[in-house]
């Protein structure tokens, strides 16, 4: 039963972020939190803290996954908690906080710009050259102004095996923006220079492994929302406007 539970505790909310600090924790958090240790050894909470909802207390697993339980530590809800009065998603959003990232602190200077219009939005992407979603996002990109785009290399050696390799080519072009252009859209892949500083990409790899990039593409806004997968381009002018989906 045990393994079952631990099991249940380390999938059902496998999402990728940074978990944002929280306040020092009160005694009798910490209370709740020995106590959900001493239950379950085996796995690691990075924060405990009260919610506002009928006295349950919220645990952050690593890799920011949430449960909830109860101040005795009897019982253990693993699953996602909605307001009944609003139809809210409150894990859901909770969750969304979770995976905020601070744009400013992302490394601009190893990603791609590329400025269409007046460039005053802005998004981050992680993408792989050989991820069909990829190519479809960046179909759609093409249909959006007024946006400066920083693209991350982001190869994924697991199931793309020659992405890397596209990844370095497209990094070492002269032209970069119209390089990775060529390749996205018409699959056109630049000539491989003979000697180029690679040392970017390896630092995007590293970046993305701290960030739990998972896949392929996920888009970071710039007020830190991030939002995996393909958006139409009409959904993409309403996120960069700073419209943001109900939870």
Known sequence: MRSKL??????????????LADSKPSADEMAVKNAVQKRFPDIRIDSLQKTQYAGLYEAILEGNQIFYT????????????IDAKTQRNLT?????????????????????????GNGSRKLAVFSDPDCPYCKKLDAELAKVTNVTVYTFL????????????????????????????????????????????????????????????NGT???????????????????????????????
Not at 6 to 19: D, E, I, N, P, Q
Not at 94 to 112: W, Y
Not at 164 to 170: C, D, I, L
Not at 173 to 186: G, H, N, P, V, Y
């Open 154 to 213: 982001y190869p994924i050696a697991s199931l793309h095996p020659n992405a890397g390799e596209k990844a370095k080519a497209v990094w070492c072009s002269a032209d970069r923006a119209k390089a990775w252009e060529e390749l996205m859209q018409k699959g056109t892949v630049p000539a491989a220079a003979a000697k180029c500083d690679t040392a970017p990409l390896a630092k995007v790899a590293e970046l993305g492994g701290r960030l739990k990039v």
């Open 92 to 116: 859901e959003a909770r969750m969304q906080d979770l995976m905020r990232v601070k744009f400013d602190t992302l490394p601009l200077e190893s990603a791609i710009k590329q400025v269409k």
């Open 6 to 19: 631990m099991a249940c505790l380390l999938s059902a909310f496998f999402m990728a972020g940074t978990v």
């Open 70 to 81: 109860d101040k005795n530590a009897n019982f253990v809800l693993v699953g996602n908690l």
């Open 217 to 247: 593409p996920t888009m970071i806004f710039a007020d830190g929302m991030r939002m995996p997968g393909m958006v139409p381009a009409a959904q993409l002018e309403k996120l960069l406007n700073g419209e943001r989906p109900q939870q």
